[in-house]
């Protein structure tokens, strides 16, 4: 079996860079399972999050590793009280760009009601251009829902502000 030592992806506008982390180990069911981590964090972060955890570990416990090991993609904290944790992570590409258009997503999320979605006859995530399209319209601020993604939160640009009722 040949051991993966890196990773290769080309960064393209619309598609992000996302690590996926497993965790096994711990007795706290939060930290236990996959916990995805989302940008701006990169494998630095990753790691220095898992030295946090293990350091966090080690002093509310009163215990030492005996062995910490591990290759690309994976860690295992051994410690003298017989407890492993182990960390496993792999690379992966979320493509936020429209389905119809390929126009990036990033930034432009709005959620409509469910049945003007379901009338629309799409799937995936459609730029509200295109959604526009499929259902003949222009959008107005009833069609959409009251979620944070149609909030000031979002940083939508303005003419999608003005369909949500924002401006």
């Known amino acids: 079996m ?7 992806y080309q960064p393209q506008t619309g598609v992000l860079s ?24 990169g494998l630095v972060e990753l790691e220095i999050e898992i030295r946090t955890w293990e350091q966090d570990y080690e002093d509310d ?10 290759g690309y993609g994976w860690r295992e904290f051994i410690y003298e009280n017989g407890v492993v944790h182990r960390y496993e992570w792999v ?6 760009r429209c389905r119809l258009c390929e126009r990036p997503q990033i930034a432009k999320i709005y ?18 251009r295109c959604f526009e399209d499929a259902i003949g319209r222009r959008l107005v601020p009833a069609d959409f829902q009251l979620l944070p993604c149609n909030s000031e939160l979002a940083d939508h ?7 949500i009722g924002l401006t």
């Not at 040949?2 to 290769?8: M, N």
């Not at 959620?111 to 509200?128: H, I, K, N, Q, Y």
């Not at 640009?157 to 369909?163: A, I, P, Q, V």
């Open 91 to 96: 690379n992966v590409q979320l493509d936020l």
């Open 111 to 128: 959620m409509v009601t469910d049945e003007l979605w379901e009338s629309s006859g799409l799937e995936g995530a459609p730029c509200w």
């Open 18 to 41: 996302e690590w996926q982390l497993s965790v096994s180990g711990y007795d706290d069911p939060v930290l236990n399972g996959q916990i995805d981590t989302l940008p701006p964090h």
């Open 157 to 163: 640009e303005l003419e999608l502000r003005t369909r």
């Open 2 to 8: 040949t051991e993966l030592t890196g990773f290769d």
């Open 61 to 70: 416990n009163g215990v030492r590793p005996v062995r910490i090991h591990g």
